[in-house]
């Protein structure tokens, strides 16, 4: 597998769903709108999944059919999976991780696998708060973390943290939420719209 771009609409999200759950493992797949066969994996933005029963195979099921039918409904597709640990001193995928991806890696040959590093998900962090892994000999092995690419990272975290501070990351809906409340949308159209704006030319963010 080649490098991995993230896109600024992919982290922001991912981040802020684990921000929303602190205390929770949360979870969600990754999707990009290119074709595959690519030298660089997409990610160009991310469905988070849930933040409660991460191992209950029915609700995880369910959950990647409806993102299956949206994705063949919007020409995107899943190309891999992000986890935070409930532990921010706990980095290391799952079993229900590993599951997952395997599962993903079975329909996407380039899929990648993100841990996010609570650790280091401070005000001042400088670097994503990311760990890579790649499928290697159906295995999951560790990737360097110089083969993700995020382009405008200052900014990418500036808008991150704004959300965070207006408290706009309460906008976040997963898929765990839309079962609770089914007129909430896990697409995060709302969302997505603000970060869209936020990153704009206009407000000096790109």
């Known amino acids: 597998m080649g490098e991995v771009e993230l896109s600024c609409l992919a982290y922001v999200k991912m981040y802020l769903h684990a921000c929303l759950f602190p205390r929770c493992s949360v979870n969600g797949v990754l999707l990009s709108s290119t074709p595959a066969g690519g ?65 993903i890696a079975e329909q996407c040959s380039n899929a990648v696998m993100l841990m996010i590093d609570g650790a280091k998900m401070t005000a001042g962090y400088r670097v994503p708060p990311i760990v890579m892994y790649e499928r290697k000999d159906s295995r999951w092995m560790l990737k360097d ?14 808008i991150a943290n ?7 990351h309460t906008l976040l809906v997963d898929f765990d939420s839309h079962l609770d409340d089914i007129t909430k949308d896990w697409t995060n159209q709302k969302l997505n719209a603000k970060i869209a704006e936020l990153a704009s030319p206009a407000n000096g963010n790109v």
Do not use: F
């Open 39 to 103: 030298a660089v994996t997409d990610v160009t933005d991310c469905v988070p999944l849930l933040h409660s029963h991460l191992p209950l195979a029915p609700i995880t099921q369910l959950a990647l059919t409806q993102v299956d039918v949206w994705c063949a409904q919007t020409q995107q597709r899943i190309v891999g999976y992000y986890q935070a640990n409930a532990s921010v001193l706990d980095i290391s995928p799952t079993p229900c991780a590993l599951k997952i991806a395997d599962k």
């Open 145 to 158: 973390k110089h083969m993700i690419m995020l382009h405008q990272w200052e900014e990418t975290r500036a």
């Open 162 to 168: 704004q959300l965070l501070d207006s408290g706009d």
